[in-house]
């Protein structure tokens, strides 16, 4: 168990430049001209109630203000600058030089919604030995006022695995030999390079535990993954995610399952674009290789979404 009571013993050797006395859980922030919101993301980071945290801040290319946002706080964090390269990129190189036992990440439009928040994480895996743990999270709107609560669910590999749904949001942490072992984010995924990390790690086995406590804040707005459109490659990349699982440990009735369910992401990731014909296309596809999955509330309630996006956004009070 951690003690909060302890402090961390901290060497500041010039800007961004920190030996610690012993390093047991790294954060990273990715950020890309998001300066609007990266000093409070930076502290909710820092003002976390845990001995031996170290906090990497990556500015993958940034061509606003982001220097100057972070200014104030090159003291107490790694600021790393390097040329742009994607999301995915900048994690997995602020990963590989993160020395915690434990490691995340906390996008820079988000926050850590209380002080206590990674102490939390790490006494209960810990506790239940868990390799990978996240918490329930908030959504907040651009100005950081609350949407509504999200009560993530419990982790169950064949939802996350056959039916594809994740329940991991901000502020999860994990140990970092499962980066060691599985690798980072891939590159070459811009849509769900996250889930695809967690779907490795659940094929390998890796044990995921869900804190029921509200741990962190996931900002919507013009700019968020919840709210844009995405092009038709990112669309179809869940496609590729499954395409490339090559496990023998499922019956075709359940690669099956999966498949269908790869195509009712992506038809309503299509239709949410405005792209209504593959969104119906690829529906139809998806009952031709599961017609329970298609024709189950889950599956009907995707492909409306994939119709309806607007409207049904508004109706849950994420967009006024």
């Known amino acids: 168990m951690l003690s909060s009571s302890k402090k961390l013993s901290i060497q500041v050797l010039g800007p961004g430049i920190i030996i610690m006395s012993h390093t047991i859980i790294s954060i990273v922030t990715p950020v890309y ?32 203000e982001i220097d100057e946002a972070v200014k104030p706080y090159l003291s107490k964090i790694r600021y790393i600058k390097k040329s742009n390269g994607g999301q995915s990129n900048a994690l997995n190189f602020a990963w590989k030089q993160c020395q915690g036992e434990y490691i995340g990440y906390i996008s820079a439009d988000d926050r850590f919604n ?17 390799d990978i743990v996240y918490p329930n999270y908030r959504l907040i709107n651009a100005t950081g006022d609350p949407i509504r609560d999200i009560k993530v669910k419990n982790f169950k590999r064949n939802d996350l695995t056959i039916l594809l749904q994740c329940s991991i949001g901000p502020g999860a942490i994990f140990k970092k030999n499962i980066f060691d072992e599985i690798g980072g984010w891939n590159p070459s995924l811009h849509q769900c390079p996250d889930f695809d990390f967690w779907f ?12 029921d406590s509200m741990g962190a804040d996931y900002r919507v707005h013009g700019g968020s993954a919840m709210v ?21 440990s499922l019956t075709n009735k359940d690669k099956r399952k999966q498949y269908s369910n790869a195509l009712l992401i992506s038809s309503r ?4 674009a405005g792209r209504f014909t593959i969104c119906i296309w690829w529906y139809l596809r998806a009952l031709f290789y599961s017609p329970v999955t298609a024709l189950s509330p889950a599956g009907l309630r995707m492909f409306l979404a994939g119709l309806f996006r607007i409207t049904i956004l508004k109706l849950k009070g994420v967009l006024r």
Do not use: W
């Open 33 to 64: 001209n998001q300066c609007e919101f990266i000093a409070e993301t930076i502290e909710s980071v820092l003002s976390q109630d845990i001995q031996g945290l170290e906090y990497l801040v990556v500015d993958d290319g940034s061509t606003d």
């Open 114 to 130: 209380k002080v206590g928040a990674l102490r939390e994480l790490m006494e209960f895996s810990r506790a239940v030995g868990a």
């Open 200 to 211: 490795r790690a659940a094929k390998k086995g890796y044990s995921f535990c869900r804190l």
């Open 228 to 248: 844009r459109a995405v092009s038709k490659e990112r669309a179809n990349e869940i496609l590729q995610v499954v395409d490339l699982d090559k496990s023998v």
């Open 269 to 272: 990731l299509h239709g949410q």
